[in-house]
């Protein structure tokens, strides 16, 4: 089973059987009043800053969001928990920040180095999160003291529950961003600075930024000192300019222009009334319908009104009446947040404020995007709409199947693992606790939780118009880019996240392909942009941004088996494919390194595939992951230089003066070839190909300045390759390597 969201849905009435909410005979009239009687306007940014994409501060937060320098170990970034590609989130039921087997690799996949669960919680989507008015996190321990009067601070975990921290900034999202750096299992590592205070830590993380004081030389590269200069002032001085307070400000700026509200919601809120389905405007209605109680004069109906507006109001979405928190009863698994003799479970917002009223009690987030920001809860349970749905039409029922059958057992971050069934082993002591004071308060009369008896059209209804939140930017590779750090942004430190998914393909937005039409053949795949295919064969074109790329071309998902082909010029074919892939099932991944221009797939299969998600990414060939580069040894110090030499696996050489001429054998296909110039003075070139190159006639080449040298080359052909190193009559010293190592 598999669930998704964080909607609540209230009755009026304390009914024990409920009548379907009767359809008006004009719903657009009857939404009409509604949306009058709620306020809405269709414009949920009003009264909100929401800065440029494309402002100096906006992009040097994302350049701080995408680098791992702020995590003590240099190894998680903020978009390790928060990417564009993953709805803002993980795309995992309970987060994975520190002690990660592979640091690049997000979504399911993504585990830590001895299985365990250190965070509690599924992480929140960052979409939209510079228009929450009250608190953040999902027990709000950051929140205005008063949120109707902000002026009066803000408190964070830094300061006893109430007061406001003098050091919290002026927004929620600036000080929300000073919490997962200090946290062990989010940034900050369970080994760095080991009994150092959350203050002095962030002083170090700034330094270290900064590149000042006792962390000063702790970034191999480090070219932040001009991003905060161009943002915060030329004239101040390193320990001025990158603060904890600016960083926070810059990330908060980020976050902030992440503004996706541009759904077709809005558009029939300001009075396209074109824009909803019938289906959509049905749901619409049975989520806004809220008539009046007795007390206000009204009277009461003789049915369940759901009330979902009640805790996801306003043009936002977001809860901005009565109380933010509200117990659902969500099921209990994950580590749980440590309170003494009841470690595995969590409290919610009482771990915070000490308040048994609260216990359970977790905040109301937005539901704008919700389609793409799951999986939902406080613990990430449900996968589906339907699912959460579910949840609040019967929530014993569901509760009793998730946990009679271990059902996040088939959720994608825990189906694969051995033991899975006993992760958990309090999930229902834990759960029947929240469960048994809702009952409580249901059997006091109280509006909350009570069986609704949807039918199942309402449900559907429901999930449609939940999806007429959502911003078709959120769901386009291409729309998000201005969001992801780009080759002209710049990589300040070296630690900039590359994440890729559990294949080892770049992460990108992948399709649902059960809800998705599948590609015709001969269709165009573009990057990052996940697409479905079916059939049995489907041939499809890709274009190559640039010379000296890395291409990915993959599949997963969906049933049956097939094959990736490429070709370099034509339809690939499995007669005239120059490289294939050997996964299994659909399962399927293909690296190649190409040149800027139109390439050709093809996924070819006996038996036939369906419903597959099929992909192209892209990488510069010319960088090596992380911090630092491979060192090789600097081989002219020990012997004669050479104008031309066989280069063997992992054999250093030395290069003469000017020109000199090397080549080396690939022996079996799916080879990755590594080359790499260090060391000596001058200026040295790399010119690679199947022929002996030329400055001018290559396939592959590295120009960078100085003797730094490097490419990637995925499967080129078994055969003899040859090299080029073209010097300026001044380069001495250089040494070359190659590295050769088979895919599996």
């Not at 319908?289 to 109906?301: L, R, W």
């Not at 959720?411 to 809702?438: E, G, H, K, W």
């Not at 070819?604 to 992909?615: P, R, T, Y």
């Not at 992951?625 to 040894?633: L, T």
Request: glycine share 8%.
């Amino acid at each position: 089973m598999k669930l998704i969201l964080s909607f609540i849905m209230i009755s009026l009435t304390t009914n024990a059987m409920a009548i379907p909410i009767p359809g008006p005979d004009n719903i657009d009239a009857e939404l009409r009043k509604l949306i009058e009687q709620h306020e809405l306007t269709g414009n949920p940014t009003q009264g909100f800053d929401i800065p440029s994409v494309d402002s100096e501060e906006v992009k040097l937060g994302k350049l701080l969001f995408f680098s791992k320098a702020l995590s003590g170990d240099k190894s998680v970034a903020c978009a390790s928990c928060h990417h564009p590609y993953l709805g803002g989130g993980d795309g995992l039921s309970l987060a994975v920040g520190t002690r990660a087997v592979d640091e690049d690799v997000l979504g399911p996949g993504r585990r830590t180095l001895d299985g365990s669960f250190y965070i509690p919680r599924n992480t929140p989507t960052v979409f939209n999160a510079g228009l929450y008015k009250r608190s953040l996190f999902r027990d709000a321990r950051v929140e205005f003291v008063d949120w109707l009067n902000p002026k009066q601070g803000i408190s964070t975990p830094d300061v006893p529950y109430g007061e406001a921290d003098p050091n919290a900034g002026d927004t929620l999202l600036s000080a929300q961003a000073r919490f997962p750096p200090v946290e062990e299992a989010e940034m900050r590592g369970f080994d760095f600075m080991l009994g150092e205070s959350n203050e002095a830590v962030r002083a170090h993380l700034a330094a270290r930024i900064g590149d000042y004081g006792s962390a000063s030389g702790e970034l191999f590269q480090n070219q932040w000192l001009e991003k905060f200069a161009s943002v915060y002032g030329q004239d101040k001085s390193r320990r001025e300019l990158v603060t904890f307070d600016n960083i926070t400000r810059a990330i908060s700026a980020y976050q902030q222009s992440m503004n996706f509200t541009n759904n077709v919601w809005n558009k029939y809120v300001r009075g396209d009334l074109s824009a909803l389905t019938q289906s959509q405007k049905r749901g619409a209605y049975l989520y806004l319908y809220m008539p009046p109680p007795p007390s206000d004069g009204g009277t009461e109906p003789d049915f369940l009104p759901t009330q979902c507006i009640g805790c996801h109001n306003t043009d936002t979405f977001s809860q901005t009446k009565d109380s933010n928190y509200h117990r659902l009863a969500f099921p209990q698994i994950g580590p749980g947040t440590g309170e003494l003799g009841a470690e595995s479970n969590d409290l919610g917002r009482a771990s915070r404020n000490g308040s048994e009223e609260d216990i359970y009690s977790f905040r109301s987030g937005t539901l704008l995007n919700i389609e793409v920001t799951g999986p939902f809860g406080h613990a990430g349970n449900y996968d589906t709409l339907l699912q959460v749905i579910e949840h609040y039409d019967d929530y014993h029922k569901i509760l009793d199947q998730y946990i009679d059958y271990q059902a996040w057992c088939e959720q994608p971050q825990f189906q694969s693992i051995a033991n899975c069934q006993s992760l958990f082993p309090d999930v229902r002591y834990n759960t029947d606790l929240a469960a048994q004071i809702i009952d409580e308060e249901i059997a006091d009369g109280a509006p909350v939780l009570q069986k609704l008896n949807l039918s199942e059209q309402s449900k559907l209804d429901l999930v449609n118009f939940m999806t007429a939140l959502t911003d078709p930017c959120v769901k386009d590779a291409s729309c998000l880019q201005d969001w992801l750090p780009q080759p002209e942004d710049g990589d300040p430190d070296r630690l900039q996240l590359h994440a890729m998914n559990y294949q080892g393909v770049p992460l990108y937005l992948r399709a649902n392909c059960r809800d998705n039409d599948a590609l015709t053949s001969g269709a165009k795949l573009n990057p990052d942009q996940g697409e479905c295919i079916s059939g049995q064969i489907q041939q499809l074109y890709f274009d190559v941004s640039d010379d000296n790329t890395t291409v990915y071309l993959s599949s997963q998902g969906g049933t049956g088996e097939l094959t990736l082909y490429y070709h370099p010029t034509r339809w690939a074919t499995k007669q005239n494919a120059i490289a294939h892939s050997n996964g299994q099932n659909t399962e399927q991944v293909l690296k190649l390194t190409l040149n800027k221009g139109r390439h050709y797939v093809s996924a070819i299969s006996q038996a036939g595939f369906q419903q597959v998600s099929v992909a192209f990414s892209e990488q510069s060939a010319l960088k090596e992951k992380g911090e630092r580069p491979k060192v090789i040894s600097d081989q002219c110090g020990i012997d004669p230089a050479y104008h031309l030499m066989e280069l063997t696996d992992m054999s250093p050489i030395c290069i003469a003066e000017g020109d000199s001429y090397f080549f080396t054998d690939v022996h079996q296909p799916n080879t990755t070839l590594d080359i790499r110039v260090q060391h000596g003075l001058g200026d040295t070139d790399l010119y690679v190909s199947s022929y002996w190159p030329s400055r001018t006639q290559y396939m592959f080449s590295s120009k960078q300045a100085g003797n730094n040298e490097y490419i990637r080359i995925h499967a080129p052909n078994p055969g003899r390759y040859f090299i080029l190193t073209s010097g300026d009559g001044f380069n001495r010293g250089a040494t070359i390597q190659v590295d050769m190592a088979v895919s599996k």
